[in-house]
């Protein structure tokens, strides 16, 4: 018989088993480097100091964490409904690219009001692409994670079709791209008070917005009657549909939210990195907010943390080429053996604090007992006098 589980195991559990399956991720990125013929501890020293060990470091971690935070949430909300949806990715391309033809459309007002314009555009434009993927699946039974993977390879095709093509800008011969965006229309850098914008540095106002955005689905999703649906809809669809929740609204309402944060990714990476849309938007960073999302268990509000940690890693990657001689995708391989890891930790959840079962006592049986007899049952036996001789014995035949 195993003892029940308490109700702070659940908890413990979702933060021990990413955090264990993150050292584990380490452990081998070690092996991998000392097969390699490095030492596995400059590697890890490395690693950590490219991402966290100076302020210039911090400035490129934060940078990097922007747009994870929202292509985290693509995967986030969808997969609180109960979709696991992997087209992060494509919804960013599509975003990048909504937002770098706006200006082809009409001419948007070189300020805030016009970069709003542009964000607006870039996650209607993800947000659409998500949802072609959740409609899929509610109304015609196709695998949510298939169709946004493969709408994901057929975003990045008329990406370069139009940005190579009908957008390009004829300037740019070495790297085609569409025409830059207006000064007026960049997102710039944080401006902080008493010297935290030296502290800051390059880092953009991407930050901030995927910050509020994180924070503001987790408000949703625990604090509203629409969040809480959604995670009922998520939890059992079928009960969701017996006590008359719209299944198929909140559905694509997640997939249109998660699939906008990515957009939106596109869009500041346009117009805070690039200012142009071009291959360089196509970076992986709607698959790096896969392992995100699972590594912060689908949570929003640990998210910003987890993406800090994995831009830090990605920040990482052009010291150890530098110091090491290792390609700077060498980081990829760290990724890649933390996701597999987090898969396979699901497989302790509920078990990681789960106590041995006790073992079980055989009961012995009681040997019967004899029932007392009461006294006034008890007969006198009949007794024969001296002068009294037994009665002869007759047969069958009558005889004596």
């Not at 590697?43 to 060990?53: I, R, S, V, Y």
């Not at 300037?171 to 944080?190: D, M, Q, V, W, Y």
């Not at 299944?247 to 142009?276: F, K, N």
Request: hydrophobic share 55%; net charge positive.
């Amino acid at each position: 018989m195993s003892a029940a589980p308490r109700p702070w195991h659940a908890s413990a559990e979702n933060i021990a088993l990413p955090v264990l399956a993150l050292a584990g991720a380490l452990l081998l990125f070690g092996l991998f480097v000392w097969l390699g013929g490095h030492s596995p501890v400059e590697a890890w020293t490395l690693l950590f100091k490219g991402a966290f060990g100076d302020a210039f470091s911090w400035q490129n971690s934060l940078q990097r964490a922007a747009p994870l935070m929202l292509t985290a949430l693509a995967v986030a909300l969808p997969a609180r409904a109960g979709l696991v949806v992997i087209g992060g990715e494509g919804a960013l391309v599509v975003g990048a690219l909504a937002c770098a033809s706006v200006p082809y459309v009409f001419a948007p007002p070189a300020n805030a009001f016009g970069s709003a314009l542009l964000m607006l555009a870039a996650a209607i434009g993800g947000g659409l692409w998500v949802v072609l993927a959740g409609a899929l699946r509610q109304w015609r039974g196709v695998n949510e994670t298939i169709s946004s993977l493969l709408l994901g390879y057929i975003a990045i095709a008329l990406f370069k079709h139009i940005v190579e093509g009908p957008l390009r800008d004829p300037a740019s011969l070495n790297k085609p791209s569409t025409k830059p965006l207006a000064e007026g229309l960049r997102i710039g850098p944080i401006m902080g008070a008493d010297g935290f914008d030296s502290w800051l540095g390059d880092v953009h106002w991407g930050l901030v917005i995927g910050l509020v955005l994180c924070l503001l689905a987790g408000l949703w999703l625990s604090f509203t009657a629409h969040g809480m649906a959604l995670r009922v809809v998520g939890g059992n669809a079928k009960a969701a549909r017996l006590v008359g929740l719209p299944s198929t609204r909140l559905i694509l309402v997640a997939c249109a939210a998660g699939g906008g944060c990515a957009g939106l990714a596109g869009g500041i990476e346009v117009a805070a990195v690039q200012t142009s849309a071009n291959a360089s938007v196509i970076a992986g960073l709607g698959y790096t907010g896969i392992l995100v999302a699972f590594v912060a268990r689908q949570n929003p509000w640990a998210i910003p943390p987890v993406a800090l940690l994995f831009g830090g890693f990605g920040a990482a990657g052009s010291l150890l080429q530098r110091r090491m001689d290792l390609p700077d995708a060498s980081v990829l391989v760290l990724q890649g053996f933390a996701f597999v890891l987090i898969l396979a930790s699901e497989a302790l959840r509920g078990k990681l604090f789960q106590r041995p079962p006790l073992p079980r006592l055989r009961r012995v049986p009681k040997p019967p007992t004899a029932a007392p007899v009461a006294a006034s049952t008890v007969v006198p036996l009949p007794t024969r006098g001296a002068d009294e001789t037994p009665a002869p014995l007759v047969s069958a035949g009558g005889k004596a």
